[in-house]
């Protein structure tokens, strides 16, 4: 199963591009990575997935590692509305379930 | 369009009771997964459904089931309710069951054992 590790906390000033890293060292070659936040009390918002390309929408980017074990999701511009726990996920082997990581709590500060 | 949407939003349970919550996915979207959040643990993988059929479940006892109908609604249901079963309970549905389908989550069924 594709286990997923994140920093439990990070800051960021708003306008400054956010860093968000991911270590997914388990995940197999047909695993996607996917990104969720989740603000207070909220469901989690899907954000972008990838396999092996980066990948980018309107919301965020996604840089993953050429060997796959990492990613980075990378929000642009921060703004106050992007404080959140932000979720990397994997998904379990050979299944469709999503396994959750303990998050990081980005704040972004005014 | 319309989300996913969640009923009821709010429940309160004595210990000991059964409770259902309903689900419904969006329009077009035929595979519902749900999930428990919890302070202590998480999110949590409770079951999944396509077409009606169970395709994964989660490490919960058997007192935790539900069911997908053929419209793709779906219900979660808990018998023999346990104070430890408070928790925010998440719907997600899906267009496709697959690796490319992101999920679309609900705001959520938040349950009170008391």
């Known amino acids: 199963d594709a286990k997923t590790t994140q920093p439990p906390s990070m800051d960021c000033a708003e306008g400054r591009a956010a860093n968000l890293p991911c270590n997914h060292s388990?995940?197999?070659?047909?695993?996607?990575v996917y990104w969720y936040r989740q603000i207070h009390s909220q469901g989690p918002q899907y954000i972008i997935h990838?396999?092996?390309n980066n990948e980018t929408n309107e919301m965020a980017s996604l840089i993953i590692t050429e060997d796959r074990k990492s990613s980075t999701l990378i929000l642009p511009h921060a703004t106050l509305r992007d404080t959140a726990v932000y979720y990397c996920?994997?998904?379990?082997?050979?299944?469709?379930?999503?396994?959750f990581g303990t998050g990081t709590r980005l704040k972004v500060l005014a | 369009k319309a989300g996913v949407t969640q009923t009821p939003r709010y429940l309160i349970k004595t210990r000991g009771q059964q409770v259902t919550l309903s689900c419904s996915p969006i329009?077009?979207?035929?595979?519902v997964s749900w999930y428990q959040q919890t302070p202590g643990q998480g999110l949590q993988f409770l079951f999944e459904?396509?077409?009606?059929?169970?395709?994964n479940k989660g490490n919960f006892p058997g007192r935790f089931s539900g069911r997908q109908f053929s419209n793709s609604r779906s219900e979660m249901n808990v018998s023999t309710l346990e104070l430890g079963d408070s928790a925010l309970y998440l719907c997600?549905?899906?267009f496709g069951q697959g690796y490319n389908y992101g999920y679309t989550f609900g705001s959520g069924t938040r349950l009170t054992v008391v």
């Open positions: 388990t995940i197999s070659g047909n695993e996607y």
């Open positions: 996920i994997g998904q379990a082997s050979g299944t469709y379930k999503y396994i």
């Open positions: 997600a549905s899906s």
């Open positions: 329009s077009g979207h035929r595979s």
């Open positions: 459904y396509f077409s009606e059929t169970q395709r």
């Open positions: 990838g396999l092996k």
